[in-house]
């Protein structure tokens, strides 16, 4: 059950990995926010439940997580 390289995975497979690990990264990072804990006595909605963080954060993820799976199984 070897490969031709030896390796279980070709440099296509790593290179679409490293892609997929980027998009979720990306969408960690846009899920942490930013400004909205400048002051702890103040709760700033706009900034907690922005479109950013609730919808296109956790679609980077999914993209992400879909493209690691395509990697994976890419022969």
Do not use: C, H
Request: glycine share 10%.
């Amino acid at each position: 059950m070897s490969t031709e390289s030896g390796s279980l995975f070709g440099k296509k497979n790593y290179a679409w990995m490293l892609a997929g690990l980027g998009l979720i990264a990306l969408g960690m990072f846009l899920m942490s926010g930013g400004q909205s804990n400048t002051d702890p006595s103040v709760f700033n909605r706009a900034a907690v439940y922005s479109t950013t963080r609730i919808t296109v954060a956790p679609l980077l993820i999914l993209a992400g997580l879909v493209i690691e799976i395509v990697a994976i199984f890419k022969k």
